[in-house]
């Protein structure tokens, strides 16, 4: 199996800058598409971004030109680099990996690994 690992969330002020990070171990995952998601406290979890194995890139509309997607094959780490960041970016940030084959990037159920989270809380 693949195990995913978050680090780098903690507070940040509203501007301020912030990259998690996304360790996988178990497996190697440089053929596999990478995602990270979102949840805010009363809400469903949301997409943010996705890196396809070739290397294109999705975006949630309200990250676009502030977030960027990025991966590290040698080290086996996703990274996600959140510039300007707003007090509407605070949520657990989860990192996905998909091994289907579905195409739908910014769907749930399209991912079969998931970490265990680390919150991003944005102040003032």
């Known amino acids: 199996q693949v195990q995913l690992v978050e680090s780098g969330g903690g507070l940040v002020q509203a501007g301020g800058s912030l990259r998690l990070s996304c360790a996988a171990s178990?497996?190697?995952?440089?053929?596999?598409?990478m995602g990270w998601f979102r949840q805010a406290p009363g809400k469903e979890r949301e997409f943010v971004a996705a890196?396809?194995?070739?290397?294109?890139?999705y975006y949630l509309d309200s990250v676009k030109g502030r977030f960027t997607i990025s991966r590290d094959i040698a080290k086996n780490t996703v990274y996600l680099q959140m510039n300007s960041l707003k007090s509407e970016d605070t949520a657990v940030y989860y990192c996905?990996?998909?091994?289907?084959?579905?195409?739908?990037?910014?769907?749930?159920?399209?991912?079969?690994?998931w970490g265990q989270g680390t919150q991003v809380t944005i102040s003032s």
């Open positions: 178990g497996r190697t995952f440089s053929g596999y598409d």
């Open positions: 996905a990996a998909k091994t289907s084959t579905s195409t739908y990037y910014s769907r749930i159920y399209s991912y079969n690994y």
């Open positions: 890196i396809a194995w070739n290397g294109n890139t």
